[in-house]
Nanobody
C-alpha cells in the first residue's frame, strides 16, 4: 500500500508558476513509476506528466511540453511538478499517482496502470 498526498496548488494569474509536490509513504517509493494527472469539471481525467522509478525517463502531454517539468527525489519520497507559463486551460484538480514496476512511454500515460492515487489539489489559473 502507498499513501499519496499532493500540495502546492492554488490560484495564480496566467503566465505565472506553481510547484506541486506529492509526498509518498508506505512501500518503497523508488519501486514506483509516478504520474501527474488532472481533471477539469465535466472532463475526463487526463495525463499530464510521468516519470520512471529512477527519474531517468520522463513523458509529457503535448499540451504541457516545454512548460511543465516532472522530477522526483527518492530520498525524500517526493515527486514534483513545476508548472510555468500557466494558462487558464490548465485549471483543474491535479492528482499524483503511483504504479508499481517498469512503465513504457505508452503505459505511463494510462490512468488504469496506476494503482494508487492522492486526493488531488486544485490549481486555478485566472486570465
Amino acid at each position: 500500500q502507498v499513501q499519496l498526498g499532493e500540495s502546492g496548488g492554488g490560484l495564480v494569474q496566467a503566465g505565472g508558476s506553481l510547484r506541486l509536490s506529492c509526498a509518498a509513504s508506505g512501500r518503497t517509493f523508488s519501486n514506483y513509476a509516478m504520474g501527474w494527472f488532472r481533471q477539469a469539471p465535466g472532463k475526463e481525467r487526463e495525463f499530464v506528466a510521468g516519470i520512471n522509478w529512477s527519474g531517468g525517463s520522463t513523458n509529457y502531454a503535448d499540451s504541457v511540453k516545454g512548460r511543465f517539468t516532472i522530477s522526483r527525489d527518492n530520498a525524500k519520497n517526493t515527486v514534483y511538478l513545476q508548472m510555468n507559463s500557466l494558462k487558464p486551460d490548465d485549471t483543474a484538480v491535479y492528482y499524483c499517482a503511483a504504479g508499481l514496476g517498469w512503465f513504457s512511454s505508452a503505459t505511463m500515460r494510462m490512468v488504469r496502470e496506476y494503482a494508487y492515487w492522492g486526493p488531488g489539489t486544485q490549481v486555478t489559473v485566472s486570465s
